[in-house]
C-alpha cells in the first residue's frame, strides 16, 4: 500500500490541491491534523479530504476552532486564527473535527500530530525529543506533524537517535528494523524556509517514506487570507516559508 501523509494544512486549499495532484497515486491518506487554522479556507480543505479514502487525527488548531483549548496558550495571530475559524466552520465540518481521535495505530505506525507523550503539544524537534517519544511508542514508527519542518528521526544506540532534516526536492529513506519518528513537514505553511508544499508518501511494501516538495499559487492563498480579513502575516509568511 502506498499512503500519502499529510499534516497542518491549515486551510490552505491551493496547496492541498497541489499536494493531491502531486501524489498522484496512492490508496489511501494519513492526515496528522491541524487541518485548520491560519488559512482561508478551512471547511473547503476539510471537504476535499473527505472525497479521499483517509484516517487523520486532530492537531491543537483544530481543537482550539473548536473552541476545547483556552486559547491563553496560544500567540495573539493564532488566537485571532482560531477565533475566524471557530466562526467559520460549518456544522458539517465541525462534527467530522470533533470525532477526530488524537491518536491511532494502523499496524506498525502510531499517527498522532504532536507526540505520543502530548499528542496536542509537544514538538518533536530535536533528537532528544524524538528518543524521548520513541521510549513511549507502542509502534517501531511514528508519524507526527506539529513542527511544520520535514524530518526523520531513526534509533542508533540505546541512548540515542539519528536526526535527518529533510531539504530540498524528493528525499527517500529507507525504514529499517528500529524506531522511527517521522514528519512530512507541511502543506499549508512550512516553516523551514522552504515556500512549498511538503508531504510524504509512505510505501509499506518497499519500507520507504518520500519526502516531496510541490509549488502551488501561493499568491493565491495569500490573498484569500488577506480578504477574509484574517492576518496579515499569515499571508505573509507563506512566501517565505516562516
Ligand atoms: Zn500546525
Not at 504532536?114 to 521510549?135: C, F, K, T
Amino acid at each position: 500500500m502506498v499512503y500519502l501523509v499529510l499534516a497542518d494544512v491549515h486551510g490552505n486549499l491551493p496547496a492541498l490541491e497541489a499536494v493531491l495532484a502531486a501524489a498522484a497515486r496512492f490508496d489511501e491518506i494519513w492526515c496528522l491534523g491541524d487541518l485548520v487554522g491560519y488559512g482561508a479556507e478551512p471547511d473547503e480543505c476539510v471537504e476535499l479530504l473527505r472525497q479521499y479514502r483517509h484516517v487523520a487525527v486532530a492537531g491543537n488548531h483544530d481543537w482550539a476552532a473548536l473552541g476545547r483549548l483556552d486559547l491563553d496558550d496560544f500567540n495573539p495571530i493564532a488566537r485571532i486564527s482560531a477565533v475566524w475559524t471557530g466562526k467559520r466552520l460549518t456544522p458539517a465540518t465541525r462534527a467530522y473535527l470533533e470525532a477526530l481521535p488524537l491518536q491511532l495505530v494502523v499496524g506498525p505506525y502510531t499517527i498522532v500530530h504532536g507526540s505520543v507523550r502530548h499528542p496536542l503539544w509537544e514538538y518533536i524537534d530535536s533528537a532528544a525529543a524524538a528518543w524521548d517519544n520513541m521510549q513511549g511508542q507502542s509502534t517501531p514508527f511514528c508519524l507526527v506533524g506539529h513542527t511544520h519542518v520535514p524530518a526523520v528521526y531513526t534509533e542508533q544506540s540505546e541512548k540515542r537517535t539519528r536526526e535527518f532534516l529533510v531539504q530540498g526536492g524528493s528525499v527517500s529513506f529507507a525504514l529499517g528494523q528500529g524506531r522511527a519518528v517521522l514528519n512530512p513537514g507541511s502543506v499549508g505553511q512550512p516553516r523551514d524556509g522552504d515556500w512549498r508544499a511538503a508531504f510524504a508518501l509512505l510505501d509499506t511494501e518497499k519500507a520507504t517514506w518520500t519526502v516531496h516538495r510541490v509549488e502551488y499559487p501561493v499568491e493565491q492563498a495569500q490573498e484569500r487570507i488577506l480578504r477574509a480579513g484574517l492576518p496579515a502575516q499569515n499571508a505573509f509568511r507563506l512566501a517565505f516559508g516562516r
